[in-house]
C-alpha cells in the first residue's frame, strides 16, 4: 500500500474549477490519492504522515500531460536542429522505414530510456506516445513509475511494411500492454495521419477500434494542407467527413495539430466530443512558410473542445520542456493574432487538467482534487527568477523550466525527491544513450559529434526511403490535385 504524504506550507496551485490558489497550502495524500488540499494549519507541520514535505519554498502543482509526442529517437536530440526542411523530412522518413523494418533498435530502447528520465526530472507524469514499435516504451515508463497511452502507428501510404502485418502488431500490442502497471500504461489505436492512409485503412482501424471500445484512436488531423486533398482522394469531402463516415468522429478520437482546421470543423469536433492536442514548438522551429495557418486553439476552446498540449518530437526542437511549450503557444498565437489570446491560467489548465481531459483521464487526473490520483509536482521557486511571486500562473508558463522540478508524485509514490530519481538508474542511461548514439553513426552515413550533425547525402537517403507507399501516396495526391483544378 501507498505511504501517506502530507505536504505543508506550499504555494498550491490545484488547478480546480474554480481556479484556486493556496498561499500557504497543504496537499494530503493517502492511498496514491489526494485527501486534502486546504489553507495550511499549525498541526499539519507535525503530522502523522509515512512523509512529510516541508513546502515553503516549494510550488505544489498537478503533474504535466505531454497530449502528443514521439520518443524513439530521442538520442538523436541536436541532430537535425540545423537541417532544411525538405533535407529534415528525407532523413526522418528514411529513419523511420527503417525502425519499421527492425533496424536499430538499440537506440529506439535507449531513447525511451532517455525520454522517461529526462520528462519524470521535468515534471511530466504523463505521455501519450505514436511511435512506430513501442513495447519498450511502455515497459520504461510503467517501471519507472511514469503514466503513457502508448500505441504503434499504422499506415499504408508512409511506409511499406504489410499492412497486415501492422494490424497483428497492433493487436498484440494492446492485449499485452494495455491496463498494466496498475492501470498507468495504456494502450491506444495510432492510424498515422489524414494524409497517409487510405480509406481502406480507416476503415479497417475503425474496425479494430470496435474491438477494443475503451482504447483512444490518437492520430495526425489536418496537419497539411494535403489532409483534405488526400480525404478528397478517398472519396470524402474532407478529413473529418471522412472519419465520420467510417465510424471514427467521436469522444475517443485525440487529434494531433488541427492546424489547418476551419469553423465548421471546430464545429463538428465540439459536437463529436473530440479532443486536440497543440504542439507549438514543432511548427515554431520548422514553419513551411510565412502565411502558415497556425492552430485555432482560442476557438476550439471557447467551442468546448479540450485542448492539451504536446512536445511532439522534442528532437526536432531540441526542447523537453512542456513548460516550453505553455510559453510558446502564447507567444505564437499573439505574435500570428494580437496580444492576450490565453490568460496564464488557461496555459495551466492546458497543460494539466485540459490535457488529462483530452486523454479521457480529466475525472482521474490533471488537478489537485480529493479522489483524483496522486500525481503532483513540487517546483523550487526559492530562486531570484520567481522573486517576487507576484502571478503564480504567470511564472509557471512564463519562466518555469525542467531544472526548476525538485520533487515528483504519481500515484502517491515517490519518485523523483529534491531532484534524486527514485526509480530510474540515471548515470546508467545516459551512458546506454551515448554508446547507442556512437553506434548509429559507425553504422550509418551520420556524421554525430559535439560540433553538430551531418546526416547521410540524397542518393543514400533516397536508397533508403520506402519505395510503394510514398508513390501511391503522391500519386493519389497529384491526381486529386489535378481533379480538384478541373471541378473548381
Request: aromatic letters at 6%.
Amino acid at each position: 500500500m501507498t505511504g501517506d504524504i502530507l505536504v505543508h506550507d506550499a504555494l498550491v496551485l490545484p488547478v480546480d474549477g474554480e481556479n484556486r490558489l493556496f498561499e500557504s497550502g497543504t496537499v494530503r495524500i493517502e492511498d496514491g490519492r489526494i485527501a486534502e488540499v486546504r489553507p495550511t494549519e499549525a498541526g499539519d507541520r507535525d503530522a502523522d504522515a509515512d512523509v512529510v514535505i516541508d513546502g515553503e519554498g516549494s510550488l505544489a502543482m498537478p503533474g504535466l500531460v505531454n497530449a502528443h509526442t514521439h520518443l524513439e529517437l530521442t538520442p538523436l536530440l541536436g541532430a537535425f536542429s540545423d537541417l532544411g526542411l525538405l533535407e529534415l523530412m528525407g532523413s526522418m522518413t528514411a529513419l523511420y522505414a527503417q525502425i519499421a523494418d527492425g533496424e536499430f533498435d538499440y537506440l529506439v530502447e535507449a531513447g525511451y530510456d532517455l525520454a522517461a528520465l529526462n520528462f519524470l526530472v521535468g515534471g511530466v507524469t504523463t505521455v501519450n506516445s505514436m511511435d512506430i514499435d513501442p513495447q519498450a516504451g511502455a515497459e520504461t515508463f510503467g517501471e519507472a513509475g511514469l503514466r503513457g497511452f502508448f500505441g504503434p502507428a499504422v499506415t499504408d501510404l508512409f511506409w511499406d511494411v504489410p499492412v497486415d502485418e501492422q494490424f497483428d502488431r497492433a493487436r498484440a500490442f494492446i492485449d499485452e500492454y494495455h491496463d498494466t502497471y496498475d492501470g498507468r500504461i495504456r494502450a491506444t489505436i495510432c492510424p498515422h495521419d489524414d494524409w497517409s492512409c487510405s480509406r481502406d485503412l480507416w476503415e479497417r482501424i475503425s474496425a479494430l477500434a470496435a474491438e477494443y471500445p475503451d482504447l483512444l484512436v490518437h492520430t495526425h488531423l489536418l496537419e497539411l494542407d494535403e489532409s483534405d486533398t488526400m480525404a478528397r482522394a478517398n472519396g470524402a469531402d474532407d478529413s473529418l467527413t471522412l472519419l465520420d463516415e467510417v465510424g471514427l468522429l467521436d469522444d475517443r478520437l485525440v487529434a494531433a495539430h488541427f492546424r489547418v482546421a476551419d469553423e465548421a470543423d471546430i464545429e463538428r469536433t465540439a459536437a463529436a466530443g473530440a479532443s486536440v492536442a497543440h504542439c507549438p514548438s514543432v511548427f515554431a522551429y520548422w514553419n513551411p512558410g510565412p502565411e502558415m495557418q497556425w492552430t485555432p486553439v482560442p476557438e476550439l476552446r471557447a467551442a468546448g473542445v479540450d485542448v492539451g498540449l504536446g512536445i511532439d518530437d522534442h528532437y526536432w526542437h531540441d526542447s523537453y520542456s512542456l513548460f516550453g511549450e505553455a510559453r510558446q503557444a502564447r507567444l505564437a498565437a499573439n505574435l500570428k493574432r494580437t496580444a492576450g489570446q490565453y490568460s496564464s491560467m488557461e496555459l495551466v489548465r492546458m497543460l494539466t487538467v485540459e490535457g488529462a481531459r483530452a486523454l479521457g483521464v480529466g475525472d482521474e487526473l490533471g488537478s489537485l482534487e480529493p479522489g483524483k490520483r496522486a500525481d503532483v509536482v513540487l517546483l523550487d521557486i526559492d530562486a531570484p527568477k520567481f522573486t517576487p511571486m507576484t502571478n503564480a500562473p504567470a511564472n509557471v508558463v512564463n519562466n518555469a523550466a525542467p531544472a526548476d522540478v525538485e520533487t515528483v508524485i504519481v500515484d502517491g509514490e515517490m519518485l523523483l525527491r529534491d531532484g534524486e530519481v527514485r526509480t530510474l538508474d540515471a548515470d546508467a542511461i545516459q551512458r546506454r544513450a551515448e554508446q547507442a548514439v556512437e553506434r548509429f553513426a559507425a553504422e550509418t552515413d551520420w556524421d554525430i559529434d559535439a560540433g553538430g550533425s551531418d546526416p547521410p547525402g540524397t542518393r543514400q537517403v533516397l536508397r533508403d526511403l520506402p519505395k510503394r507507399g510514398p508513390v501511391r501516396l503522391l500519386g493519389r495526391l497529384a491526381l486529386q490535385s489535378v481533379e480538384d483544378v478541373f471541378e473548381y
